[in-house]
């Protein structure tokens, strides 16, 4: 079965510096998501990319985030500064129009 | 602020019974409604979704969404130990393709 692929699993970073989180979402979707859990907290929606543009984005999406899907198949998160509350897992989802989002393993980011 | 609820729990039942999970959202104009099982560092996954009112049955697993009442509840039949994780229920609200989770439902099942 298809599935979202997502790497780092792991990414460790320091404070203020830039990080790019990266995903393959599944080939014939077409709506791309980015997701964070902070521990122990609920799953919180940061972007939605539809059509090769942000279709939404939530409050959390400030300026120090971007996305990106630079060819046909990846699709990426880049925070330009990193702060110590970034840390978090984040999560890649993609799905079509009307179905289930499908989401990555994710990746745990630690921002020291 | 659209608002999806759920008891945090945990929620124990002993194996073979019935769990019961429940979820309450906020926007009336809300239309899609999903179940994801999430274990302890692992990513959600996609147990049952539902658009309309009424009973969907998958399985083990029964969803039941009353839009009236504004309510989406999971069944679990025969619970397993291996089903012990969080539930999240997720909505799409109205005007929108992104998910709003709820904060989740421990579940624990005793062998």
């Known amino acids: 079965e298809p599935e979202v692929t997502q790497t780092p699993s792991h990414q460790v970073t320091q404070m203020g510096q830039e990080v790019i989180l990266r995903c393959v979402p599944i080939?014939?979707?077409?709506?791309f998501y980015w997701y964070r859990q902070i521990l122990g907290q609920k799953v919180e929606f940061l972007v939605s990319?539809?059509?090769?543009?942000?279709?939404?984005k939530s409050e959390i999406f400030d300026d120090q985030f971007s996305v990106e899907r630079p060819d046909g198949s990846n699709f990426t998160l880049k925070i330009r500064s990193t702060k110590l509350e970034d840390s978090a897992m984040y999560f890649c989802?993609?799905?079509?129009?009307?179905?289930?989002?499908?989401f990555g393993d994710g990746t745990r980011l630690s921002i020291l | 602020q659209k608002e999806v609820e759920q008891n945090s729990g945990p929620l124990s039942v002993p194996e073979g019974a019935i769990a019961s999970l429940n979820c309450t959202y906020s926007?009336?104009?809300?239309?899609?409604f999903f179940w994801y099982r999430q274990y302890s560092g692992k990513s959600p996954e996609l147990i049952m979704f539902?658009?309309?009112?009424g009973d969907k049955e998958d399985g083990r697993f029964t969803a039941q969404l009353n839009k009236a009442s504004q309510y989406v509840s999971l069944l679990i039949r025969d619970s397993q130990p291996s089903d012990s994780a969080t539930y999240l229920c997720?909505?799409?609200?109205?005007?929108?393709?992104?998910?709003?989770f709820g904060t989740g439902t421990r579940l624990k099942v005793l062998a």
């Open positions: 539902i658009y309309s009112n």
């Open positions: 926007d009336r104009g809300s239309q899609s």
């Open positions: 990319f539809y059509n090769n543009e942000i279709s939404e």
């Open positions: 997720a909505v799409i609200t109205s005007g929108t393709y992104k998910y709003i």
């Open positions: 080939s014939n979707h077409l709506y």
């Open positions: 989802a993609s799905g079509r129009f009307g179905q289930p989002q499908h």
